[in-house]
């Protein structure tokens, strides 16, 4: 029965640590988690493999459970391994010291894929309605004027709808050198910081203009909707969110993703219990960053790895071994 089975999960739970080998695979297989155990990894012992284990985290309980059963096997060492700091003033020359390069620009939003995307409109149909301009007889004024008039109705649209406009500002981005590795370094930032803070992570993208981390927990989602965020939660949530900004800042000279995360932090700030003044939202931005850069210089080769990872489209779990596996 349930009760003999629950014996025996733990006795091979106690044998498995005693002789370093993963877990069995009936034992962590529960509702939306799926893990499937077997054979001796190295030094370590349990090793996660894709082959070995497969994570399908569709509930956070149980992805939050299996990763924590990973964890208590020896494997799993970065999971939730980074305790609670309390927050406390920041000041910009700290993020500085830390290698946070323009700090006191970080929270300026980003117009340099935007001014690129304008002024290639501007001056590519200003060139065409030049040329355009010696055509013979009426289409010589015709051709020019409706060519010229693109410019207006690219910046109409950026007008009236703009999340429209970001679209087509997302895909012309990609002309950047630097823009891939961005998008790659930005997002595993938010996916390692969730991990070493105990968040289950649901998925990823880092598809232009769809870069996003999905991180799954059932009780966040509901002290969200209620408006019920204590200081702790509004604590992890923050160094989350700013842990894309704080990987590029200390990478790059100049923050360009920045807008789309601040804009995430603020929804959660307006959901705190109680408020922020003004002044303390400033000041936990700051020290999220702050805690966030320093996750991910104490932690770069794991990130550095998990960079890697995720621009070869590597699955969640794949994301995870590469973490762990990260010296």
């Not at 509702?31 to 499937?36: A, D, E, I, Y």
């Not at 929270?107 to 304008?118: G, H």
């Not at 949530?237 to 800042?249: F, P, R, T």
């Amino acid at each position: 029965g349930d009760r003999g089975r629950s014996r025996r999960a733990r006795r091979e739970t106690s044998r498995a640590r005693r002789r370093g080998a993963a877990a069995p695979a009936w034992l962590a297989r529960r509702g939306g988690v799926l893990l499937g155990g077997g054979g001796r990894g190295g030094p370590q012992g349990a090793r996660l493999g894709h082959r070995q284990v497969g994570v399908v985290q569709k509930d956070s309980q149980e992805a939050r459970q299996a990763l924590d059963q990973l964890k208590e096997l020896g494997w799993a060492k970065r999971w939730s391994s980074q305790p609670y700091m309390s927050r406390r003033t920041t000041s910009l020359r700290e993020l500085t010291n830390l290698g946070i390069k323009n700090a006191e620009n970080l929270a300026i939003p980003s117009v340099r894929n935007d001014a690129a995307f304008l002024f290639t409109v501007v001056g590519t149909t200003g060139f065409l309605a030049v040329l355009a301009g010696q055509l013979p007889g009426d289409w010589g004024f015709f051709v020019p004027y409706l060519t010229g008039s693109i410019s207006l109705v690219v910046l109409a649209i950026g007008s009236i709808s703009p999340g429209l406009l970001q679209v087509a500002i997302g895909s012309f981005s990609a002309v950047f050198p630097d823009y891939q590795e961005r998008i790659a370094r930005h997002e595993a930032a938010h996916f390692l910081v969730a991990y070493l803070t105990g968040l289950p992570i649901l998925g990823y993208s880092l598809d232009i203009g769809k870069e996003h981390v999905n991180l799954v927990d059932d009780q966040l989602q509901k002290l969200l909707y209620s408006g019920q965020l204590d200081q702790k939660e509004v604590d992890r949530l923050a160094v989350i969110s700013m842990a894309g900004l704080a990987a590029e800042g200390l990478e790059y000279d100049k923050v360009v993703g920045q807008s789309a995360d601040l804009f995430t932090l603020q929804r959660f700030l307006n959901r705190t219990k109680p408020p922020l003044g003004k002044a303390q939202q400033q000041n936990l931005t700051r020290w999220a960053v702050l805690i966030a850069a320093s996750l991910l210089k104490n932690n770069k080769a794991a990130h550095d790895a998990l960079v890697s990872a995720m621009s070869q489209k590597a699955t969640v779990l794949g994301c995870i071994e590469a973490i762990e596996n990260a010296s």
